[in-house]
Structure formats: structure tokens, C-alpha cells
């Protein structure tokens, strides 16, 4: 499993999550505030698209409304 972490504000935080499903190749996503706290965690399995992303994409929303600033972890299969 290889991780990239990047640092993202709020207002880009629902952009740059849905770039990352688009890619296909991450296998889970983790989302911390900027004291490392974890906000949300969550695996993308192959194959899943569409509606079954609808309900993250609004938690996802939600909660860039609410910080600033974020980390975001993602774990790449390969």
C-alpha cells in the first residue's frame, strides 16, 4: 500500500476528494483536521461509483463547511 497526504483547505476539500475517486486506484481515504484529529475515514472499493458515493459526498460537504483547513491521507493499492 503507498499513502500521500496533502494538505487542503475546506472550500477545496469535496474537489479534491472526488478527483481522487475519479482516479480509481485508491483503496481508502482518511480525513484529519489540523491537530490530526481523525474526521472521517473511509475504503473505496473497485467497482463502487455512483449513488453509493452520494451519501460520503454530502458527510464530505458537510464537514468542509465546518474546517478550514484539513489533511487528507489517501492509500493507493500497488
Do not use: Q, W, Y
Request: hydrophobic content about 45%.
Amino acid at each position: 500500500m503507498k499513502k500521500e497526504t496533502f494538505k487542503i483547505n475546506g472550500e477545496n476539500l469535496l474537489k479534491k476528494i472526488k478527483e481522487l475517486i475519479e482516479e480509481g486506484n485508491v483503496s481508502r481515504i482518511t480525513i484529519h483536521d489540523k491537530n490530526g484529529k481523525e474526521l472521517m475515514n473511509f475504503p473505496l472499493t473497485i467497482g463502487v461509483v455512483g449513488a453509493v458515493f452520494a451519501p460520503i459526498l454530502a458527510a464530505i460537504g458537510a464537514l468542509a463547511a465546518l474546517v478550514n483547513e484539513c489533511t487528507i491521507t489517501v492509500e493507493r493499492e500497488g
